[in-house]
């Protein structure tokens, strides 16, 4: 079982960044494709960046696209999101999650795909 562990969390004013780190215990198969979610209260969860450990492919959400930013490092089985120019609507409990590829040999940004989970790090955007 792969135990991921996030960081970096905190309160900040709009427009100013914050970089999510997400430690993994092991880098195997299962581990293969690295993604962050979030969730605020009262909202379902939305997957915001995702990336392939192995060939450095990445998607993001539409809303984050241009702020946020999802990187690898696999010599420290670590990933972390780089978040920017931040909004209030930014504001949830930041998850990182962990995966293997789909049939087609990509990462889905879709929960159901991603097998291990972070217990958060929260972010708050104040106006």
């Known amino acids: 079982q792969v135990q991921l562990v996030e960081s970096g969390g905190g309160s900040v004013q709009a427009g100013e960044s914050l970089r999510l780190s997400c430690a993994a215990s092991?880098?195997?198969?299962?581990?293969?494709?690295m993604a962050w979610f979030r969730q605020a209260p009262g909202k379902e969860r939305e997957g915001v960046a995702f990336?392939?450990?192995?060939?450095?492919?990445?998607y993001y959400a539409d809303s984050v696209k241009g702020r946020f930013t999802i990187s690898r490092d696999n010599a420290k089985n670590t990933v972390s999101l780089q978040v920017n120019s931040l909004k209030p609507e930014d504001s949830a409990m930041y998850f990182c999650?962990?995966?293997?590829?789909?049939?087609?040999?990509?990462?889905?940004?879709?929960?159901?795909?991603?097998?291990?989970w972070g217990q958060g790090t929260q972010v708050t955007v104040s106006s």
């Open positions: 999650a962990a995966g293997r590829r789909s049939v087609l040999g990509n990462c889905r940004p879709l929960p159901r795909e991603y097998t291990s």
């Open positions: 990336i392939d450990r192995g060939n450095g492919a990445t």
């Open positions: 092991a880098y195997t198969s299962s581990t293969s494709c």
